[in-house]
Nanobody
Framework: QVQLVESGGKTVQPGDSLRLSCATS????????LGWFRQISGRDREFVAA????????EYADSVKARFTISRDSAKTTMYLDMNGLKSEDTALYYC?????????????????WGQGTQVTVSS
């Protein structure tokens, strides 16, 4: 059974940094793409960043490029999202997700597995 468990969300001030983690289990993800999405209440879930699990190639939404970094540990069981220079508009529920379709996807419907989400609030 595939499990994705996010952690690390909390309330921070504008300009702060934060690291989110996504612990994975239940599947060999070598042929998968894994990503981070976020959702503000009442709005659609939006793409943040994703990486090809096999080689670590990554893509980012324009809104977070140069501020956020997606990575994974050497054991390839945990994915991270390092967020720097946080802004109030980064406030959202952040999800990690896994796509079995073998490449980086920005589309929500290409991801079959989702975590429960972790809340990030940026407020002064």
């Amino acid at each position: 059974q595939v499990q994705l468990v996010e952690s690390g969300g909390k309330t921070v001030q504008p300009g702060d940094s934060l690291r989110l983690s996504c612990a994975t289990s239940g599947r060999d993800f070598r042929s998968y793409g894994l990503g981070w999405f976020r959702q503000i209440s009442g709005r659609d879930r939006e793409f943040v960043a994703a990486m090809r699990w096999s080689d670590g190639v990554a893509e980012y939404a324009d809104s977070v490029k140069a501020r956020f970094t997606i990575s994974r540990d050497s054991a390839k069981t945990t994915m991270y999202l390092d967020m720097n220079g946080l802004k109030s508009e980064d406030t959202a529920l952040y999800y990690c997700a896994a796509s079995p379709y073998g490449r980086i996807w920005r589309d929500v419907d290409k991801y079959d597995y989702w975590g429960q989400g972790t809340q990030v609030t940026v407020s002064s």
